[in-house]
C-alpha cells in the first residue's frame, strides 16, 4: 500500500499528548506536516473526512473554556468521531469523585480519546499514566497548552514560512500562562530565538537557563521582532502584588498604536485569545494587516485535526 | 522517662557476642560482647552467673548501637487510622531499626491537650512494640492563635511541643510559647514555614516549578522563619529545634548562630538529601512533601551541615498516607512520604558510603545521643544499667527498598526499586528481639 | 518487469487515455501519493510528447478517507490533496501503482466526492494483481500480473524510491 510511509512509527508512535517539552523537533514538524493536510480539508466542499469513524472523543472539561473545546470538538467532528461533552458542573468530580475514578468511568464507557482541560498541572499527565485511551493535554494549570503552541507554530511557518531563526517576543503574564510554556519550548526545538517581555513579577528568570532573553523594556524588542505574541492578562488570577494596575500594565507592556510603529512591516502579531481590547494590544492593533489573529483559530482546527489523528489514530 | 514497655521476665539473659560496640554516649567503639541481664545493658560479669538461660546472639561483622531514635514521626493516631497506627508505625520503626520513636501531634483530635496525649500512651503501651514519645502542640488545635496547655501537657509527659505540620505565624505568640515552655525546659520543635512567602507553593521553586508550571514554594519561605526561630531562642535563651531543614540558607543561618552559641538546632530528613527537585517531573505525588525537594546546590549545602555538625539530627519525618490519597492531582495531593524504613539505609549508603560525610560512629550519634540530650530521655546509650534497647546494623548489606514488604501501613515511598547498602538486621527493646532480618 | 517495460507499459496507456477521452482538456489525472503521483506526471508527458497538450494532474490523499484507520497499528501519513477545482463537468482519471483489493481506489473516490462531483471517474493502474475485495475494475491497466495472495508486489520507481525502476513479485 504506497499510502503507508515504511517510517510512520518512527516518526510518531505516542497515544498521548501531554506537552511540547516532551517532543523531539522532529515529532513537532511532523504533526505541523500532518495538520497541512488537514488544513486543506477545510477548503473541501464537504469538509468532512471518516478518519475517525465510530471512535469516541470526551472533552472533559474540568476548568471551563469555550474557545479550546469547541475548537476540539469541531475537529472531532470533521473526523466524523463522535463527541461528548463534559464540563465541571456535569463532571461527578463536583459531588466528590476523584479524577482517577471519573476518568476510569469514562474509559469503561469506551472512550477512545480524552480531551482533558484541567486546573492542576500535571493533571493530564496522571491520566495518561492510569488509562489505555489517548489523553490530549488542552490546558493543564500553568504547565503546558500544547495544541496552542503547535497552532502558533503553525501560523508562524506558514506567513513566514520558516521558524528557525526568526525573533519571537512573547508579552504578557509569563509566570500563570501555560500557552507561554508551550511556545517557549516548541520555538526553542524548532531554532527560534525567544525574548520574554513583562512585568518581573511575572516573567521567572529561570526562564533564562532554556535560553531565552528576558527584557522588561518592550520598545527595546519590538524593532527587532518577527513576531510578538501577546498573552491575556487575567485579572481574575492576578492577584494585587504581582503589579499595581491594568493601566499601569499598559502603559508599560501593552502594544498600542504608537508602539505597533516601531515594527517591522512583516511582524506577525498574534493573540490566543481572548484579548483584552485596550489592554494587552490597541483594538486597531488587534484588528490590523499584521494581526494573525484569526488564522491562528483557523489554524487551530487542522492542528487539532492532525493532533487527534496522529493520537486517536492508533489501534490501541 | 516513663517506660513505656513492661520489663521482660526475671532473670532473661541475653549476650551478643563479637558485635562492633559504638556507645557514643561512653567514647566507646569496640569489639566487644554486650550482655543483657533482665532488660537492662549489664556487666559482663554478671552474666557469668549460672544463668537458667542466655540467649547467645552473634554480631560478628555487625555494629551494636545503642537503639535508635527518630525524632520526627507522624503515627496517625487518632482520626487517620487509614494511614497508619500506633501499632504498624511502631512495626514500621522496628523493622527500620528504631528503638525510640517521637510522634507528632497533628492528628484528629491534634494532640494539644492531656487526654489525647494520655490515649496515645495507652495506646503504644497496649500495641507498639517499640517506645512512642508523645509530642504535644504549641497553639490549640495547631491553629497558631493561643497557646495550647503547655504545662498540662508537660505534666502529661510529653517530651517536646510543636505544631509541626503547621507553623505559628505570629512571632509574639513563638515568643511566649518559646518563654513558657522553657519554665519546664520543654524542648520546642519547629516546622519553619513563613505562610505568605510559601502561599500555595507545593513544589521548590526554582527551575522545575518554572517548567512545570506548578506553584512555588521559596527557599526563603523556610530561611525567614529559621532566622526568627534563632533571634527568638537568643531572646528567650531557650533551645528551638528547627524540623527537616530544606534549604541552603537555613544551613547558613544555623552555621552562624550554633557558632555564637544560640540555642539552636537542626534536623536533616532522608529524602532531602537523597532526592532532588527534577524528580518531580513525571508529577508523582510520592516526590511531594513539605518542606519540597530542593534543588542540588541545597543538598550540597545540607551534606556540609551534615558534614560540620551544623545539622545535629538525622530523622525520617515519616508522614503515611493512604494510596487513595496520593493517587490524585500533584497539587491536590496531601504533602509527605514514609521514611521509617527506609532512612537508615539512605543515609549510611549515601553519608557513609557514597559522599563519605560521616563515619559510622557520627550517625550513631546523631541518631542517638543527639536527640536524647536534645529532648531530656534516658535512651541512646549502651551504658551498665541502661535500658536494653539496641540496634544491631550490617553497614555493608547490600539491599533493595521493596515497598510490597513495608510494616507500615502507608506506601507511599519515593524510593520504591532503590538498592542501598547497609541496613539494621535486629532491633532490641527492653532487652527483647522486637524485629530482625 | 524493467525499466523499459514499464515506460512501454505507461505510454501504451497514455494513448489509450487520448483514445477514449476526446476532450483531453477535461481530463486530470489525480495521482495517489506517492509513486501514483510520480506515474501520472510521466502519463502527462507522454500526452504532452504525442498531442501538444499540457494535460491536468493532480494528487489525491487517501490516507484520511481510509475505512481500517484505528483497526492498524500503522497510521498512515496523510498529505494534502491537489486537485484543480471545481471538478465539475471533468474527467477524473485515478492514477495508482499496483491495483489490489480496490480498498485504495474506494478511499480515492470518497476523498474526491469530498471535493466536488466530477462528470465521470476512471482508473489506470500500473499493475493489476487481481483479488479485489470490491467491486472495483480498472479502465486502463498497464500490465495484470497474476499472483497468490501470499505473493508481494514491490514496485520501484526511481523518483520515489531513489531505485531504478522495477516491479517484481516475491514471497516473504
Not at chain 1, 261 to 280: A, T, Y
Not at chain 2, 102 to 115: E, G, K, L, W, Y
Not at chain 2, 279 to 288: M, R, Y
Request: aromatic share 4%; proline share 5%; hydrophobic share 40%.
Amino acid at each position: 500500500m504506497n499510502v503507508r510511509s515504511p517510517d510512520m512509527n518512527r516518526r510518531w508512535n505516542r497515544k498521548d499528548l501531554l506537552g511540547l517539552r516532551e517532543l523531539s523537533a522532529d515529532e513537532i514538524n511532523f504533526i505541523l506536516e500532518t495538520a497541512d493536510a488537514f488544513k486543506q480539508v477545510g477548503t473541501r466542499e464537504i469538509k468532512k473526512v471518516p478518519a475517525l469513524r465510530g471512535k469516541t472523543l470526551v472533552n472533559f472539561f474540568v476548568e471551563p473554556s469555550t474557545r479550546t473545546r469547541t475548537s476540539f470538538e469541531l475537529a472531532a467532528s470533521r473526523l466524523s468521531a463522535d463527541v461528548i461533552n463534559i464540563s465541571a458542573s456535569t463532571s461527578s468530580l463536583t459531588k466528590g469523585e476523584t479524577l482517577k475514578d471519573t476518568a476510569k468511568v469514562l474509559e469503561a464507557n469506551h472512550a477512545d480519546i480524552i480531551v482533558l482541560r484541567h486546573s492542576s498541572a500535571g493533571a493530564p499527565q496522571f491520566l495518561a499514566q492510569r488509562l489505555k485511551s489517548s489523553v490530549i493535554n488542552a490546558g493543564d494549570g500553568a504547565h503546558e497548552h500544547p495544541t496552542q503552541g503547535l497552532l502558533d507554530l503553525y501560523t508562524i511557518r506558514e506567513k513566514r514560512e520558516r521558524i528557525d531563526n526568526l525573533n519571537v517576543v512573547i508579552v504578557g503574564d509569563i509566570l500563570f500562562s501555560r500557552v507561554a510554556r508551550s511556545n517557549i519550548f516548541g520555538l526553542l526545538k524548532l531554532g527560534a530565538r525567544v525574548t520574554l517581555v513583562g512585568p518581573s513579577t511575572l516573567v521567572p528568570r529561570e526562564f533564562e537557563k532554556l535560553g531565552v532573553s528576558i527584557s522588561h523594556k518592550i520598545d527595546n524588542v519590538l524593532p527587532d521582532a518577527d513576531v510578538v505574541n501577546l498573552l491575556r492578562i487575567q485579572h481574575e488570577r492576578q492577584r494585587k502584588e504581582y503589579f499595581p494596575s491594568i493601566g499601569e500594565y499598559t502603559q508599560l507592556f501593552g502594544l498600542t498604536k504608537e508602539r505597533a510603529k516601531l515594527l517591522k512591516p512583516d511582524c506577525l502579531i498574534m493573540h490566543p485569545g481572548p484579548i483584552n481590547r485596550g489592554v494587552e494590544i490597541d483594538s486597531e492593533v488587534a484588528d490590523g494587516l499584521q494581526s494573525v489573529i484569526l488564522d491562528q483559530v483557523t489554524n487551530g482546527l487542522a492542528v487539532r485535526m492532525a493532533v487527534l489523528y496522529l493520537c486517536g489514530g492508533i489501534s490501541t | 522517662m516513663k517506660r513505656a514497655r513492661a520489663l521482660p521476665d526475671p532473670m532473661s539473659a541475653t549476650i551478643i557476642r563479637n558485635g562492633r560496640v559504638i556507645d557514643p554516649a561512653n567514647k566507646r567503639d569496640e569489639i566487644v560482647d554486650l550482655a543483657i541481664v533482665d532488660g537492662r545493658i549489664a556487666d559482663l560479669s554478671a552474666i557469668r552467673n549460672p544463668q537458667s538461660e542466655v540467649e547467645e546472639i552473634d554480631a560478628k561483622g555487625l555494629v551494636v548501637a545503642p537503639g535508635l531514635i527518630d525524632m520526627h514521626v507522624h503515627l496517625r493516631e487518632p482520626g487517620f487510622s487509614h494511614k497508619e497506627t500506633i501499632e504498624s508505625g511502631a512495626r514500621a520503626a522496628a523493622a527500620g531499626g528504631f528503638t525510640t520513636i517521637v510522634c507528632m501531634p497533628n492528628t484528629s483530635p491534634a494532640a494539644d491537650n492531656p487526654s489525647t496525649i494520655a490515649w496515645i500512651k495507652d495506646r503504644a503501651a497496649e500495641t507498639g512494640c517499640v517506645n512512642v514519645l508523645p509530642t504535644s502542640a504549641i497553639s490549640k488545635d495547631l491553629a497558631g492563635e493561643e497557646l495550647a496547655p503547655i504545662g498540662s501537657l508537660k505534666e502529661a509527659s510529653v517530651v517536646a511541643i510543636t505544631d509541626d505540620g503547621h507553623c505559628v505565624q505570629n512571632h509574639e505568640l513563638m515568643r511566649r510559647a518559646v518563654e513558657y515552655a522553657r519554665m519546664f525546659a520543654l524542648p520546642v520543635l519547629d516546622h519553619c514555614q513563613d505562610y505568605n512567602l510559601v502561599g500555595n507553593g507545593v513544589v521548590h521553586e526554582g527551575y522545575w516549578s518554572t517548567l512545570l508550571g506548578l506553584p512555588g514554594w521559596p527557599a526563603a519561605g523556610e530561611e525567614a522563619i529559621v532566622l526568627r526561630n534563632i533571634l527568638l531562642a537568643e531572646l528567650c535563651d531557650h533551645h528551638i529545634h528547627c524540623q527537616h531543614v530544606s534549604a541552603a540558607g537555613s544551613m547558613r543561618l544555623l552555621r552562624e548562630a550554633r557558632a555564637r552559641g544560640v540555642k539552636i538546632s537542626g534536623e536533616v530528613c532522608p529524602h532531602h538529601i537523597a532526592l532532588t527537585d527534577e524528580s518531580i517531573q513525571n508529577f508523582d505525588t510520592n516526590f511531594k512533601m513539605n518542606p519540597p525537594l530542593r534543588s542540588q546546590r541545597d543538598v550540597d549545602a545540607l551534606l556540609e551541615g551534615i558534614a560540620d555538625g551544623t545539622l545535629s539530627i538525622l530523622a525520617s519525618d515519616h508522614a503515611p498516607h493512604a494510596e487513595f490519597e496520593k493517587e490524585v492531582e500533584f497539587d491536590a495531593a496531601p504533602f509527605g512520604v514514609v521514611g521509617l524504613e527506609t532512612e537508615l539505609g539512605i543515609f549510611i549508603d549515601l553519608l557513609v558510603h557514597k559522599h563519605g560525610k560521616i563515619d559510622i560512629r557520627r550517625l550513631i550519634e546523631m541518631y542517638t545521643i543527639e536527640p536524647a540530650r536534645l529532648l531530656k530521655i534516658e535512651a541512646g546509650t549502651l551504658s551498665s544499667g541502661a535500658v536494653a534497647d539496641v540496634t544491631l546494623i550490617d553497614p555493608n548489606l547490600e539491599w533493595a527498598v521493596k515497598i510490597d514488604t513495608f510494616q507500615s501501613a502507608s506506601r507511599n515511598s519515593p524510593f520504591n526499586g532503590w538498592k542501598l547498602k547497609g541496613r539494621a538486621v535486629r532491633t532490641i527493646v527492653s532487652g527483647k528481639t522486637v524485629w530482625k532480618l | 518487469m524493467d525499466a523499459a517495460a514499464i515506460q512501454r507499459a505507461l505510454r501504451r496507456v497514455a494513448h489509450e487515455i487520448v483514445e477514449r477521452n476526446p476532450d483531453l482538456r477535461s481530463v486530470v489525472l489525480a495521482g495517489i501519493p506517492s509513486r501514483g503521483v510520480e506515474i501520472a506526471r510521466r502519463m502527462a508527458e507522454f500526452i504532452r510528447a504525442s498531442e501538444k497538450i499540457d494535460i491536468e494532474t493532480g494528487i489525491v490523499d487517501v490516507a484520511m478517507h481510509r475505512d481500517d484507520v484505528g483497526a492498524r497499528a500503522e497510521l498512515p501519513v496523510v498529505r494534502a490533496s491537489k486537485l484543480p477545482l471545481p471538478l465539475e463537468g471533468r474527467t477524473l482519471i485515478i492514477v495508482d501503482d499496483v491495483l489490489y483489493t480496490g480498498r485504495t481506489v474506494r478511499a480515492a473516490m470518497d476523498a474526491i466526492s469530498s471535493f466536488g462531483r466530477p462528470a465521470r471517474i476512471q482508473l489506470a493502474a500500473l499493475i493489476d494483481r487481481g483479488h479485489r475485495e470490491l467491486p472495483i475494475r480498472a479502465d486502463y491497466v498497464g500490465k495484470n500480473l497474476p499472483s497468490a495472495a501470499s505473493e508481494k508486489v514491490r514496485v520501484r520507481l526511481e523518483q520515489t524510491d531513489g531505485e531504478p525502476d522495477a516491479v517484481w513479485l516475491f514471497k516473504e
